[in-house]
């Protein structure tokens, strides 16, 4: 693998963010020990037949990560998912990105949430680009989301999906402090053919050759990804 300090693992199983916090504790040691035994790690390898992030996995996953110039570069490769993120050295107050070729995956559950209380204050600057987006029969297409933690709460400057029959854009505000965490969340959805614009989310509508737009401004309860129909409010104006 080259120079300087290696890590490569070939297991059955690896809890992606246990394994995270281990290399970021090894790093840190490093960092405050000035009789430090080992560097820190130049390259990280790793080739697991389930990776498991929250209440999510991938199967044959393989990950590779190069250290340069105190930024971590990551490739993680499956069937899957197919992507690279970046983190800067200084990753909480510049951010991260992560950009996808494909996610397909059955489902995504968000039970990682449930092991720490999600806060603003702990949350970076996001950009996240993915090119094929699939979460069980929902076909999201082409996926853009760009966020910044700001005085007022956490910003969404952009939020976009689009395939190949409609197209979501917004912008929103996560305010934690207010009495509905996510608030004026504004945008517009679009559809040249909104009967199969609904299809690909699962539904049969009956509706065929029919373009539509939506305005909306609206609200829920919870955290961004938590979204409820029951506990929306708003409006949104329509036409079909």
């Known amino acids: 693998m080259g120079g300087g300090f290696s890590i490569a693992a070939e297991v059955d199983e690896l809890d992606l963010v246990g394994w995270t916090r281990f290399v970021d504790d090894i790093v840190g040691g490093v960092a405050s020990s000035e009789k430090a035994i080992l560097s820190t790690p130049q390259r990280i390898l790793i ?14 996953a393989r990950l590779q990560a190069k250290l340069k110039n105190n930024d971590w570069y990551i490739d993680l490769t499956s069937k899957q998912i197919q992507a690279e993120l970046f983190l800067d050295d ?13 996610m397909r995956f059955d489902e995504l559950n968000w039970g990682i949430a ?27 297409g ?16 952009q939020v976009s999906l689009s395939n190949a029959h409609g197209q979501l854009n917004a912008t929103g505000m996560w305010d934690a402090h207010s009495e509905s965490p996510t608030k004026e969340f504004t ?11 609904l299809e690909t989310a699962g539904i049969q509508s009956g509706i065929k ?16 990804w938590e979204l409820q129909a029951e506990s929306m409010q708003g409006e949104v104006e329509w036409e079909l």
Do not use: H
């Open 47 to 60: 080739n697991a037949d389930e990776l498991t992030f929250g209440e999510n996995s991938i199967v044959n």
């Open 114 to 140: 449930e092991e720490r209380e999600w806060s603003i204050s702990n949350l970076p600057p996001l950009s996240l680009r993915c090119e094929v987006c699939q979460f069980g029969r929902y076909d999201l």
């Open 187 to 197: 945008g517009v959805v679009t559809s040249d053919d909104f009967g199969q614009l």
């Open 209 to 224: 050759d029919s373009e539509a737009r939506f305005d909306f401004s609206v609200n829920w309860p919870d955290a961004p």
């Open 90 to 102: 200084n990753w909480q107050s510049r951010g991260i990105t992560f950009n996808a070729e494909f």
């Open 142 to 157: 082409k996926v853009v989301i760009n966020g910044m933690p700001r005085a007022e709460g956490y910003v969404f400057d």
